[in-house]
Nanobody
Framework: QVQLVESGGGLVQPGGSLRLSCQVS????????IGWFRQAPGKGREGVSC????????YYADSVKGRFTISRDIPKNTIYLQMNSLKPDDTAVYYC????????????????????WGQGTQVTVSS
């Protein structure tokens, strides 16, 4: 059984940084496409960043490009999202995600093609 558990959310001031982690169990990350999604209050869920199997293809939403970085540590079986220069508009519940056999990171994020979801972690950007 594949499980994803996020950590690292919290309250941060505008301009600050956070690193979200997502511990994966039940299958090696080597075989997954991975992603981070978020849902702000009153809005639909959106794809923030995704990366294909082997990290051959990586996608970032325009709103986070240049500020956020997705990565994975296969020995630790953990997905990361480094978030810098945070803005109040980044306030949301963030979900990590994994799925099989996706070669296009943009498709995974845009069409939310996900087999496994984490439970979510709250990120609040406020002074």
């Amino acid at each position: 059984q594949v499980q994803l558990v996020e950590s690292g959310g919290g309250l941060v001031q505008p301009g600050g940084s956070l690193r979200l982690s997502c511990q994966v169990s039940g299958q090696s990350l080597e075989y997954f496409a991975i992603g981070w999604f978020r849902q702000a209050p009153g809005k639909g869920r959106e794809g923030v960043s995704c990366s294909s199997v082997g990290d051959d293809s990586t996608y970032y939403a325009d709103s986070v490009k240049g500020r956020f970085t997705i990565s994975r540590d296969i020995p630790k079986n953990t997905i990361y999202l480094q978030m810098n220069s945070l803005k109040p508009d980044d306030t949301a519940v963030y979900y990590c995600a994994a799925t099989w056999g996706i070669s296009s990171a943009q498709n995974m994020c845009a069409r939310q093609i996900v087999a496994y979801w984490g439970q979510g972690t709250q990120v609040t950007v406020s002074s």
